[in-house]
């Protein structure tokens, strides 16, 4: 039993791309199936005028209507009379997608670099708040108009990514010098996010007008426009220019990542501390500037969230920072696959509200359907990401040939026999 | 490829004939195969009862593989394994003791902090009191009776921690005995030893044969099967060459059967102009992650042109020296002087950017990114340099360039560039790393253990170049636990013990013997203390990559 367990673990970790993509296809569908039998039999114990009778049941809700509304519902029903590119959830789908984008590739670079940010949400926290602040107060200075949107925008986006920088900095440096673990001091610090930017509020930066906790809002120009062309209504809280934007920072990253001296190292911290050491890199500042960069990307996120979502900072900030998490390791940490995530992500969001308005279903049963797609699709690269590590030690080794290694294979099983006499 | 050892099959035959009914193992038309690989290809092996029988190989020619078939811990995917005349399929080690089959591995499976005795009854405890107590009087018993029979002189209520690196593998001897083992497997048993503690091991096989046990032992070094054993069987790339009687063939003819062509079995050194100081460390002190000082200062000085080798058993203090030469840890106190400019406070890059080549003793944690290709590990460490590298940016296709020549020189196999690092055998990884550390251009190279795990035909061309680079005027430091490696390399030859140099001499004044003293930490003089290694520190480390 273990041994085929183990015999998986190892096809799984040295499945090709193609494989892996063709696995996270097979996943979905499997994921659509179980939750389909799951919507059908939830219908017999819910009551409705209309529904399919079979042997004196009533079953009320119809799986295939509940995955149209879930993934067309979700682009604005293309397939029907009077779609537009520019209708309001299509624009939600990807206002979603280009938060995620932002927050997980936080989350991948981190990870790239053999660390666990469980901090995105706290980073997105403080720099959003840092982007509203800084809008606000600077917009009291800077022209309005044209000239305001070209230099506020920018500036937002910049104090987002520095106060973000800096909070992800904080656990960088506990690790480097005081060795405490980052997937502690992350989770730890996302509540001292919320308490930081609640206290502040409270003291000087709450917008006296609005009941909600949040901040002022900041002028209309800075807030990132949108192509008029392409028709998104300014009520979408939608910019395809940010979405461009996170496309464009999602291959930076990549590029970063593969073709720099800078992500070469980083790489190399992430799967061999010690060879990096060897290569000649201080492993001290990489921890403290891989996780400033990654804290940095959650701090843009939350930038973006304020100046293209809200147009303030509020202080109730949906969870875009922990969806991250799930995004990048769905994307195998690949920044590239992050975009194909971060949109599956955008469309089970906007999806599940679809299903709410068009259909009966309760919205706690779409929210399983949605986690039976998300933990179907990224079992298998998270039992890969495991699996590397542990085939790495253990039966990899079988491929080579050479004496020691075979030995040391060979001592486990001995070990285990030995006890069993 | 021609097959030097095709005719010594006929001598495996014969064996078989004359002495089949007195058959210890036999292994008939074993093949193993492994995703990708062959590792053991319709190989045949017939051991005598009460012989030593050699298995000689070189890394990565199926050794192991096939041992571990007879052990149970792999099952053959064809072929027949006998033991004493009847056919057997092991599901597990278990079945294999249970049929009187020992292994003794490499690293050696004891509890550090338990007795001996404790140690070899583990998981077998004789009880008493209706099996609420182990019976610890007996087990006493049985191994003094044990060590009786076998001549062995071990102290069953010893700790192993307290134990020399010799007794703790004849600890292991004891527990596949106590366990009834009657064919003994030794997996490299010497990687670990000193000169002396060898010639131990080789008593204890004689003892163990002439009372009637049966010994399969692993090595790829020649000496030890021409000297020790019986029979020699000789595999190379997963198939048997054949097996060859010792006393009627010759090192080179060995040599050749293993390799597959003539190989030079020891490197020719001529003197060599030596040039201005390059490397000088200065009472140097070096503590270990424990915080314990296992370099206690240590003088030295390599000179352009000369290669200072430094001999040892592995535990010694050469890790962490090393390791404070080349900048992965800061010394406690003591300065190191490279090229005239004191480096002690360098980082690691720094002194890879002024010329510092570093072969690390650990290819798998150091010296290559396992899942990175060959190409992205062919610029480990000059990833900044100026020549692969612009503002920030690798130029990777100089650097695959650079890896396909390394992998061409240095005839890395397979030669590809886009193979995974894990993927190649220890010996190929190996090579690469020589590779790339030598065509760095550098002013120092401080390898250590460079030819470990390499076959012989790599390991002549790395002292070639060794001596190449020798000769172009560049200081080298090597470490080696290799003593016919260190003794022909170097000009001068330091000693490590303990953390200090036993001595600094020409390699020439020294046997063999006098050089395993120094090891043991005896000088010469002082011999009369002990004739036997067994004093050894407790410190020494097992060899934990010996054969990787």
């Known amino acids: ?421 | 490829m021609t097959e030097p050892g095709t005719e010594h099959t006929d001598d495996a035959g014969g064996v078989e004939t004359a002495t089949a009914g007195d058959l210890a193992v036999h292994l008939d038309g074993i093949t193993k195969r492994f995703p990708g690989v062959v590792a053991n290809d319709d190989v045949d092996l017939l051991v005598e009862r009460g012989s030593v029988h050699a298995l000689l190989g070189e890394n990565g020619a199926g050794k192991t593989t096939l041992m571990n078939v007879l052990y149970g811990l792999y099952e053959p995917n064809e072929g027949r394994v006998v033991v004493d005349g009847t056919e057997r399929a092991f599901g597990s080690p278990r079945d294999a003791i249970d049929a009187g089959i020992g292994m003794i591995h490499q690293h050696f499976m004891l509890v550090d902090t338990m007795t001996v005795a404790e140690n070899i009854a583990l998981g077998n405890e004789p009880r008493k009191w209706f099996g609420m107590a182990v019976d610890r009087e007996r087990i006493e018993r049985e191994i003094r009776d044990l060590c009786d029979r076998y001549g062995f002189d071990v102290d069953p209520t010893a700790t192993i921690a307290d134990c020399s690196v010799g007794v703790q593998q004849r600890v292991e001897i004891l527990k596949a005995l106590y366990r009834g083992a009657d064919v003994l497997i030794l997996d490299e048993p010497t990687a670990v030893l000193t000169p002396q503690e060898v010639e131990g091991l080789y008593d204890v096989l004689e003892e163990l044969t002439a009372q009637g046990k049966t010994i399969i032992f692993i090595t790829h070094k020649l000496g030890e099967a021409t000297h020790a054993a019986d029979a020699i069987t000789v595999l190379r790339d997963g198939e048997s060459v054949g097996t060859v009687d010792p006393n009627r063939t010759t090192r080179e003819e060995l040599a050749e059967y293993m390799v597959g062509r003539e190989v030079l079995l020891e490197a020719e050194t001529e003197p060599n102009e030596v040039g201005e100081t390059i490397l000088s460390v200065e009472d140097i002190a070096v503590e270990d992650a424990r915080g314990v000082e296992v370099v206690s200062g240590i003088d030295l000085e390599v000179r352009a042109g000369e290669i200072l080798g430094i001999a040892g058993v592995d535990g010694n203090g050469q890790a962490e020296l090393i390791e404070a030469i080349t900048g992965l840890r800061a010394p406690e106190r003591g300065s190191v002087v490279f090229d005239d400019a004191d480096v002690t406070d360098w980082s690691r890059r720094d002194r890879i950017d002024a010329g510092m080549s570093y072969i690390p003793e650990d290819r798998h944690e150091r010296g290559l990114v396992m899942s990175f290709d060959l190409v992205e590990n062919g610029v480990l460490g000059s990833q900044r340099s100026e020549e692969f590298s612009e503002s920030g940016r690798i130029d990777w296709q100089g650097v695959r360039d650079h890896s396909e020549e390394i992998i061409e020189t240095y005839d890395v196999r397979p030669p590809d560039a886009e193979a995974d690092a894990e993927s190649l055998s220890g010996g190929n990884q190996q090579k690469f790393i020589v590779g790339r550390e030598f065509e760095r251009d550098p002013r120092l190279v401080v390898a250590t253990h460079p030819t470990r795990g390499v076959d012989i035909g790599s390991t002549e061309f790395i002292h070639e170049r060794l001596l190449e680079l020798r000769r172009a005027g560049i200081a080298i430091l090597l470490v080696s636990s290799n003593l016919d490696e260190v003794r022909s390399l170097s000009d001068r030859l330091a000693v490590i013990y303990e953390g200090s140099f036993m001595d600094v001499t020409d390699p020439d004044d020294l046997t063999e013997e006098g050089l395993g003293l120094l090891m043991a930490g005896e000088r010469p003089e002082s011999r009369a203390a002990s004739d036997s290694a067994d004093g050894m520190s407790p410190t020494t480390d097992a060899d934990s990559g010996g054969d990787a």
């Open chain 1, 1 to 421: 039993m273990r041994q085929r367990l183990e015999a998986l673990l190892e096809r799984l970790v040295r499945a090709s791309i193609v494989e892996r993509i063709a696995i996270s296809i097979a996943a979905l569908f499997a994921s659509i199936l179980v939750g389909g039998v799951l919507v059908f039999v939830s219908g017999a114990f819910a009551s409705c005028q209309t529904g399919l009778n079979v042997a004196g049941w009533t079953f009320c809700y119809n799986p295939m209507q509940v995955y149209y509304e879930l993934f067309l519902g979700a682009l604005g029903h293309p397939l029907e009379g009077g779609w537009s590119p520019g209708n309001h959830r299509l624009a939600t789908t990807l206002q979603q997608t280009t938060l995620l984008i932002f927050t997980g590739l936080s989350f991948a670079v981190a990870y790239r670099a053999g660390l666990f940010n469980i901090g995105t949400q706290g980073q997105l926290v403080v720099g959003g708040l840092a982007t509203a602040v800084t809008v606000v107060y600077a917009s009291l200075v800077v022209p309005s108009g044209v000239v305001g949107t070209v230099v506020l925008i920018p500036l937002g986006v910049l104090a987002g990514a520095v106060a973000g920088g800096f909070f992800g900095a904080i656990p960088g440096a506990l690790k480097a010098y005081a060795d405490a673990n980052e997937v502690i001091t992350t989770i730890m610090l996302n509540f001292v996010a919320v308490g930081i930017t609640s206290t502040l509020l409270s003291w000087q930066f709450q917008d006296p007008d609005s009941p909600n906790p949040g901040t002022r809002r900041i002028p209309e120009y800075a807030e990132i426009p949108n192509i008029p062309l392409v028709g998104f209504s300014s009520r979408a809280n939608f910019s395809l220019l940010a979405l461009a934007f996170a496309i464009a920072l999602m291959i930076g990253i990549a590029w970063l990542l593969a073709r720099t001296s800078f992500g070469y190292e980083l790489r190399t911290s992430g799967v061999q501390p010690e060879a990096a050491a060897y290569s000649g890199v201080d492993e001290k500042r990489m921890i403290v500037t891989s996780m400033t960069l990654s804290g940095a990307l959650g701090g843009i996120g939350g930038a973006l969230w304020v100046l293209m979502q809200h147009g303030r900072w509020l202080e109730s900030v949906p969870p875009l920072g922990f969806d991250g998490i799930a995004v990048s390791i769905l994307a195998a940490n690949n920044p590239l696959g992050i975009g194909v995530s971060a949109l599956l992500f955008g469309v089970l969001d906007s999806g599940s509200s679809a299903i709410g308005t068009a259909t009966a279903v309760p919205p706690e049963l779409v929210g399983i359907l949605s986690g039976l797609i998300i933990l179907f699709v990224a079992m298998p690269e998270f039992f890969r990401m495991i699996g590397t590590r542990y085939v790495e030690v253990g039966s990899s080794d079988l491929v080579r040939t050479d004496g020691g290694e075979l030995a040391e294979d060979g001592a486990t099983a001995d070990d285990g026999g030995e006890r069993d006499d």
